[in-house]
């Protein structure tokens, strides 16, 4: 769901191109409702490379954590770019990246983790302003009672939407 709110951000926020890379194809393809200009599931690199001339992307977003695209990350990157890590959120096995690259090519790695008030304050300026411009109520169930917890776990589980809602008591 980051992705989906990142691809909407960017598209708002005046990014030339916004390119989209999901390994699964459905999740690709809804990054297009959500701003994105091209979505691919099989190559990140070769959606990065049709998309540009082979020249790379000025930032590129890694959500995921998966170690393969963050490896990749800096190889798609054009002179100056910068590759912003959030998804790594837990350990996994360390990647490599050449020095030479990130010094002849000027790069910036960021990582990213938590938030403070303040980006919280712009996500919910965005949210309420960009409201109607993006599918957002179809990535949340219906509120789900909490007396119904078991039907919002195997919602969860069979990821029939990004999130479930459960509210803490029933609406009679």
Known sequence: MLGLVSCAMASVHGATRVLCFDPSEERASESLSFGADACESSSLGQLVMDHTSNRGVDVIFEMSGARPAMQECASLLRIGGRAVFVGAVYPVEAISLEPETIVRKHLTIQGVHNYIPSDLQTAIRFLSEQHESFPWTRLFSEPIPLDEVNHAIEL???RSFHRVI???????
């Open 156 to 158: 969860a589980i069979g």
């Open 166 to 172: 459960v509210q803490p008591e029933s609406r009679n």
